[in-house]
């Protein structure tokens, strides 16, 4: 129900930063979960930052204190501020979605989203 689409990823050196977007449309980001999963060749999906209704984070151990994660309701956005980027950060970057029931805490487990964007690959040299 809720098409995704994310940009801004690219080639940086380690240390360096990089700003991911994700652009909704189909429905209001308001009412929903949001987050940002990454997978590198080889690995599982993992949670990097998701961010609930009420515009409260949640971040993975490994980028804590380095990213930051925030929306912009009226312009239906999702943004991954990278700071202090590592080689290990490399990966492709997916933003996700799930609509929030009001039922259950926010979660960083990507079975939990439902709505999907395309990837955007980033990649850190050292």
């Known amino acids: 129900q809720v098409q995704l689409v994310e940009s801004g990823g690219g080639s940086v050196q380690a240390g360096g930063s990089l700003r991911l977007s994700c652009t909704a449309s189909g429905h209001s980001i308001s009412q929903y979960f949001m987050g940002w999963f990454r997978q590198a060749p080889g690995k599982e999906r993992e949670g990097v930052a998701v961010?609930?209704?009420?515009?409260?984070?949640v971040f993975a151990d490994s980028v804590k204190g380095r990213f930051i994660i925030s929306k912009d309701n009226a312009k239906n956005t999702l943004y991954l501020q990278m700071n202090s980027l590592k080689a290990e950060d490399t990966a492709m970057y997916y933003c996700?979605?799930?609509?929030?029931?009001?039922?259950?805490?926010?979660?960083?487990?990507?079975?939990?989203?439902?709505?999907w964007g395309q990837g955007t690959q980033v990649t850190v040299s050292s």
């Open positions: 996700a979605a799930a609509y929030d029931l009001g039922t259950r805490p926010i979660s960083l487990a990507a079975y939990d989203y439902h709505y």
């Open positions: 961010i609930d209704s009420d515009g409260k984070p």
